[in-house]
Every structure is written in structure tokens, then in C-alpha cells.
């Protein structure tokens, strides 16, 4: 591959946007695609999303939900059946009126989400109560049109899973609810290293068509929110509005509790940004596609690759994602800086000295240090390496979230950390669509979420001065 | 769940057609969706497609390809780029007029395998000798519009991989070309079950925009081929069409040398049709969603309920993919009848007595046969007749096959076998697409494959009687 050609990566300390884009292009990760909005997801990228399809399919499966395959196209009758559904979604849908040659009597919508395609399966499927609850998840394709394309972050096609439950009361549908939550928050944690804020979101910010909204929100880098998963309580408005009725055990119908919950390929966007410094990405070993990278130093020598080819034998065995650089034809500072720029948490190097005395000598990309280790120790100790980048990572997400999350109830102040620096304000608010609406058109400031232990304080709205009672989360979302 | 109600399966013995149909949806694998021509993959249908994901996508890697997600809409120009590409395509497009509330002014079309976005990205990314070979797979949902759904086989819309490389060399590219084709005969042969028929296809046969078409045929129980899997040697057709180039070693320009491959969700409905019986599906092990159910058969009691806990623990232990059915409410003939229909190999019974002498019986799905053994015992030998049960599937395959492939040389026999019994037909053509068309007009039967070992013949065309070198596969294709 032609892969050490010099690849200049713009700054991310400079203009932090251009540096994003910049990163992900030349990482490999993805690319723009030739539809406006749309984007290509190339092999590096997609190991990634491989990855956390692996860990979360498991935590679904675990927690007894299945998987299967609603189709793509919804009849646009559909969308209509309910009211906030279709409003929030009509200005963003991509509309299939000709097919197999011939116009459409009905435009078929492409979906962007499929609330309403599965329901109306579960309505034909599902008549008593023994047939709850319904745990069904699928991983699968979404548009939702945009015209400017942010890669990962604003795209008009993304990836995701979309769980979809029904339950027999709202108490049951409700601990599904938190369970999702939770699972996108221990997702973001342990595999992605980054540290995540829950709670619940205002009425403005809930999903179009449910009752209640649960959120898990992260910090970026320039101090902006992005929302990184979705837990909604669909309360029993799409049953009603379908009239879906299963009959109780008494022999009374019932419109079963609903819940429907996504995370998506914007994730990786989150992790990008959060996990990147000027010589390009630093992965979280845990979600990196390569954990470790070997690169044999000298020239080509058949003593060096069968040493190579032995270690990366031994590191395969121990379960490390490993990849070997085997291009000594390009100069070392191109091949440090290829692997540099895809962030590959461990570059283990080899040279003649190194193999003469059964040593490599490891060098971490997120602080840069280098230590040689006898061959015999390094599965071992790159074990212990990535364990401790991977514990790193989120520590320094979570100090950097802390650190950047201010509390105040002055509306200066509030005015003044969003025209400076950002990042996340935790103030008192009224709770009412006014307020919100105001602080977000004089500061860019929306209301995030109001974590789910926020306990009921008395004071004023940070806004209206009114009466407050409880502390929410503020940021300019993405 | 409701899943005891009385469901009177159709006979496979009586209407061949009708039972397919009703085995899927009483089984629950799929049904039909609200827009003409799809479907919903439902949970026990879409396991069975897990399964058979992660056993190709492991074979995949193994070779060296990865996985990457290219966009669902392809300008409409791009298509018109390979003329022969479009016009096998034009009839089966869905098409997007209208998105983000805006008339579009360019349609897009819904990807019906995506050659021309994908290798419109390769021409942008990949200029050297040192890029190839390119080794890129997805899995992905295509929409070829159809008017009549017939559940997994004709479908508007369906899953499946979509492996497209490109090479440096011709005889590169027939490697990966002969390596997909036959590790879709061993998906079959060892995941399936069943015995496949290899070979090229005819000029009238292949795919829209290739040179030569790969495929494996197999045979159904009502004697018509289904086409398993495609693999296309698309020469440099695609890089000529769009002036895709990269420099070789000597710095001179080469159009690379392509392949596409694919396997989709009509391999489900050939499964189906091959492995049932007048009381339902009778999965071979390796793809069966649960290889194993245990029956409680007494009512309510605690001893047995701890029993067979213990029983499901060991067996998902040693790898076995174990359902419980504890709905000791329903009647055990409902109980047995519901497993059935579902093909589960293996059921697990365990009464008040079993438990006493420490035994379990254990049912075969596909004989029938009942033994019990000894509870210490049941690991080791669930596993040697579940080995048992898919060798047998596939060597009642094979043998249903051969004893359904006819050779003749006279084409009134010819037309006899196709009207009365069908099957597969060996016979000498002469390869002009004159005799091919009358031979389907005549008996519905088309060419599927020339076998890749077929010696040369020396003896005359089954129809013109004109000089005829090869033995083609004849069939009545789905």
C-alpha cells in the first residue's frame, strides 16, 4: 500500500473543526460519498463500529432481547398515525416514488426509524399477555436528510441499532428504559473511554412521539455537547394511535408500554474528537481495531520476520489485535507517523539490536514514553499497557468533563462561560419552553439533561427568576 | 407467549408451494410486510441469518478482506456509467425523488448492488500499483423491486454481502473469483446442509456488467434450481467504464482487474425448502437458532425446575445453543408440535421420572428416534448426534440431488423429464443463445452451470444437433 506517502494532518490545536474532518480523512476512517450529506464508512472506520456492535449485541442479547429485520421502506400513511411523530420527522425524510418502472400511487419513505413499520407487525402479531413483553432490537440503516455533511456527526445516512420493546405496564417498560440508558453509558465508558452525563431531557429536546426522553450526553473538546444515545418512553401513544390492544389476564384489553431506543455511528464522531491529539487519533484499546502495531526496524532480514512473525503469533494467541508493518522500504518517521495518525494504541518496534537481545521495545501513543521489554514479558506487560491507556482515557475524559462543567445562577456569568469557553453549566431553570428558548437564541445554550439523582432544590430560574427547583445540564449541542 | 394455539400446518407432501409459505410463518421466521414485494425478518428467521454471518464473515477476514458500509443512494448517473450494468438493472429500481421536503435534481437511486458507488470511491482513493489488491465486503439491504413477494426468495428488498476487489493481475482477480464461489459451496455443504452444483453460468445467464458469472445451484424437492451465490469476474469492464487507472511497477497505467461477490437471505428460503417435513422445518444443528429444547414435562415443581436449570447451564457451557420451554400449562402434544414446526434438532425431555433415575430422553427432529441416556452422559452425546444430524442432512441432500440429476442426450426425453418429475438435467449444447431460448420457451428449463471440472465432450447440441463440446446443468430456475 501506498500508505507512507507524507500526509500533512492539520493542527488539533488549531482550528479544532478543520483538524476533525482532517483526522478522519487521512486515518482512513471514512470519506465523503458522491450524494451530498452521505458518506463512506472505509474498512478502518468500520472495524471500529464492528467493534461496539460486538460489545453492545452481547449486552442486548444478555438482557433477553432478540434481533431481526423490519423493511427499509414505510408506507408515507404510516408516518401519519402519529401526530408529533410525523411532524418532527417530515422535514427530513427522502421519498421513494418510482419503483420498478412505473410511478408510485403511494410515496414509500425511507425510514428514519421504524416506530411505526414495527408496530404495526407487533399489532398483527401480538394479542395477550403472554405474548408480552416484546423485545426486539435491529442493527440497520437510517436517512434522515441533511444538506451539510459533518462526518459521522451530521449525516444524512447513519448506522444504528433501534431496540424496540413492549411491556404490559409502565413500571416494566420503564426499567427498560434506564437499562438502555445505562448499557449507552457503560458502553461509552468501558470501550470507548469517555465519560457520559444521563438524565432525562426537556420537552422541547424528547423525541417526536414520546412521552419522556433519556439522554446520554458527552463533552467535547471545544466545549460542546453531543448527544451520544437516546432511551425513550413511548407511553402508550403509539399503541393508542394504532389501536393496538392485547387482552390482560383478567380478559380486558390494554394498550401495551412502549419504549425505543437507539445508539448510532455519531458515537464514533464523539470518539474522535475526545480521543486525538496533534500527530492524529489515540484509540481507547479497547475499541481500537489494532491494538498494537509491530514494525521490524531494519531492512529486510528473514532472522526479523520470523521473530516478527513469532511475536505476532503469541500476541494473536493472547487475544491482542495486531497488525505488522512490514514496509521497511519507507523511512521509519513516515511509518511512526502513518500508525500515529490512526491512533493504534501500541507500536511495538524491532530492530536488529532488539532481536539480538530478545528484546522490543514499546512505545504508547497517548503519552508518547517508550520502554524495551524482554520478549518473553510482552504479552504480559502490553496487556497491562493497554489496560492502564484504556483506565486513562476515561479518567482524563471525565477530569476534562469536571473541569469544564461550571455551576452558577447568575445569567451574566452563564452569558459570559458560553462566549468564552464553553462546555457544560449546570443552572436552575423553571422548567418552562420560554426560558429555554430565550437562553438559547442569546447564548447557543439548550438544555442537555437533568441527570436522574439531581436532587429538588428551591431557588430561581436562571433565567425568569421564577420559582426553580431543580439543576439542569446546559450546553451548545452539536 | 401464545405460542401453544393449535397451528394446522400445511402437508409438504401435498402442495409444495403452500407448505414453503405456511412452514415460514408458522415457524415465525418471517412475514409478509405492509408494502407489496417485502418482508419482515422476524427474530427465529433472522438468527438463523446471524448464524450464517458469522460463520461467512470469519471465512472473509480469514482471507484478508475487510468490512466497510458504502452509502444506500447512488446518483442516478453513476449507474449509466456501465451500459450493460444499467440495463439489467433499469427495470428493478427504486428511486428517490423528493428529500429533505425538496424535488430533487438528480434522482437517486436505492443501491441494487453497488459497483458503481463503491468503485467510483476506489478510482478516487487507490492510484498505485501498491493499493492493490483492494479487498473490500459488506453486508448491506438491496432493493431489486419485485411485484410478488415469495417469502425469502423474491423479495423487493433483501440482505446479503457484497464482496468487491480489485487486482493488479487477471489471474489474481480468478483466484478471489474461484475462492468466493467455493466458500459459498462450503457455507452450504458444512453450515447448511446441503450439496451444491459449481460452475460458470452461460452469456445469457451471468451478471449485468461481467464477463463471466460463478455460481452454485442447488436442487429443490419439486425439482427446480435455486442460485445460491454469485461470484462475477467483471474483467476491467467498471475501470474502463469509469477511466479508472493506477500506475504499475514500470510507471505505466492499468485499468485493475475486478471481481464482485455475493450470498443473500434467498439462501434461508432454499434451507427451508430442502430441510422440512409435513410437521415442519428440521434445521441441520450448525445453523439451527437452538440446537437443543428442553421440555419439564411434569406441572409445577421446584426439584425439576432446579434439574433442568442445571441441565441448560452445562449444556450452554459446552457450546450448545439450548432453548427451556417451562410452559407446563399447555398440553405436551402442543408443546412437541410447536418445536417442530420450528425444526429445533434435538428435544430434551424431562419428566418426574426422568429425574429420578437421573435420565434424560432425548428426541431427534429429523428421525424421530428416541433414546434416553443417562444425565452424565447427555453432553457428550447430544454433541455426537448433533454431528450425526447435520452429516445426514447433508448426505440425504447429496443423494436427493444425484438421484435427481438425469443425463440424456435426446431431447423428447428431455422434454418428458421436465414435464413430468424435473430435477437437474446434464445434457450437450451447443452454447449459441438461439437453442438456449427455445429450450426454455419450450420446457421452461435454463442453463444453470457448467460444472468447472466438466471434461470436454466431442457429440452434438441436445437441441440443433449441431457439434456441441460441453455437458451443461439444465433446470428449472426459481
Not at 407487533?122 to 459533518?150: A, C, G, M
Request: glycine share 6%; charged share 30%.
Amino acid at each position: 500500500m501506498a500508505k507512507f506517502e507524507k500526509k500533512e494532518l492539520k493542527k488539533k490545536s488549531g482550528n479544532f473543526s478543520d483538524w476533525y474532518t482532517d483526522v478522519i480523512l487521512k486515518s482512513e476512517m471514512a470519506d465523503y460519498a458522491p450524494v451530498k450529506g452521505c458518506m463512506v464508512i472505509r474498512p478502518y472506520g468500520y472495524a471500529i463500529w464492528e467493534n461496539i456492535q460486538a460489545y453492545m449485541d452481547r449486552l442486548i442479547k444478555e438482557k433477553g432481547v432478540d434481533n431481526a429485520y423490519f423493511p427499509l421502506l414505510i408506507p408515507e400513511k404510516f408516518l401519519n398515525l402519529e401526530k408529533e411523530h410525523v411532524e418532527g420527522f417530515s422535514p427530513h425524510l427522502a421519498v421513494v416514488t418510482i419503483a420498478g418502472g412505473e410511478k408510485l400511487s403511494e410515496k414509500l419513505i425511507v425510514r428514519p426509524t421504524s416506530e411505526t413499520v414495527m408496530y404495526q407487525m407487533y399489532k398483527e402479531w401480538f394479542h395477550s399477555w403472554r405474548d408480552l413483553p416484546v423485545l426486539i432490537n435491529q442493527w440497520n440503516n437510517i436517512i434522515r436528510w441533511e444538506k451539510r455533511t459533518y462526518l459521522f456527526l451530521r449525516t444524512s445516512e447513519f448506522l444504528w441499532q433501534e431496540g424496540h420493546c413492549a411491556h404490559a405496564t409502565h413500571s416494566e417498560s420503564n426499567d427498560f428504559i434506564l437499562w438502555a440508558l445505562e448499557m449507552y453509558a457503560k458502553t461509552y465508558r468501558d470501550l470507548l473511554g469517555m465519560h457520559g452525563i444521563t438524565g432525562i431531557k426537556s420537552e422541547t429536546e424528547k423525541f417526536a412521539g414520546a412521552d419522556k426522553t433519556y439522554s446520554v450526553e458527552l463533552l467535547m473538546p471545544d466545549g460542546k455537547a453531543l448527544q451520544g444515545g437516546t432511551s425513550h418512553d413511548l407511553g402508550q401513544n403509539f399503541a393508542k394511535a394504532l389501536d393496538w390492544t392485547v387482552l390482560d389476564k383478567e380478559g380486558k384489553k390494554l394498550n401495551p408500554w412502549q419504549n425505543s431506543w437507539g445508539f448510532s455511528t455519531r458515537s464514533i464522531g464523539g470518539l474522535v474528537m475526545v480521543n486525538g491529539d496533534d500527530n492524529g487519533l489515540s484509540l481507547p484499546p479497547n475499541v481500537a481495531p489494532y491494538q498494537a502495531v509491530i514494525l521490524p526496524i531494519s531492512a529486510e532480514d528473514k532472522s526479523l520476520d520470523i521473530y516478527v512473525q513469532k511475536l505476532k503469533d503469541q500476541l494473536l494467541k493472547s487475544g491482542v489485535r495486531v497488525a505488522v508493518d512490514n514496509d521497511t522500504n519507507s523511512s521509519v518517521g513516515r511509518r511512526f507517523n502513518f500508525w500515529e495518525v490512526k491512533g493504534v494504541p501500541a507500536r511495538l518496534e524491532i530492530g536488529k539490536r532488539e532481536m539480538e537481545n530478545k528484546k522490543v521495545t514499546i512505545a504508547r501513543r497517548d503519552n508518547f514514553e517508550k520502554e524495551t521489554v524482554d520478549i518473553d514479558q510482552i504479552t504480559a506487560h502490553l496487556q497491562i499497557i493497554l489496560k492502564e491507556m484504556q483506565e486513562q482515557a476515561l479518567a482524563r475524559h471525565r477530569k476534562f468533563t469536571q473541569d469544564n462543567t461550571h455551576m452558577t445562577d447568575d445569567y451574566s456569568q452563564f452569558k459570559k462561560i458560553m462566549s468564552e469557553k464553553r462546555g457544560f453549566i449546570r443552572s436552575l431553570w423553571c422548567e418552562s419552553k420560554e426560558c429555554e428558548a430565550k437562553i438559547k437564541a442569546e447564548t447557543k445554550a439548550t438544555t442537555r439533561v437533568l441527570p436522574l439523582d439531581a436532587p429538588e432544590e428551591k431557588g430561581k430560574c436562571i433565567y425568569c427568576q421564577k420559582e426553580a427547583f431543580h439543576r439542569w445540564y446546559f450546553a451548545q449541542a452539536y
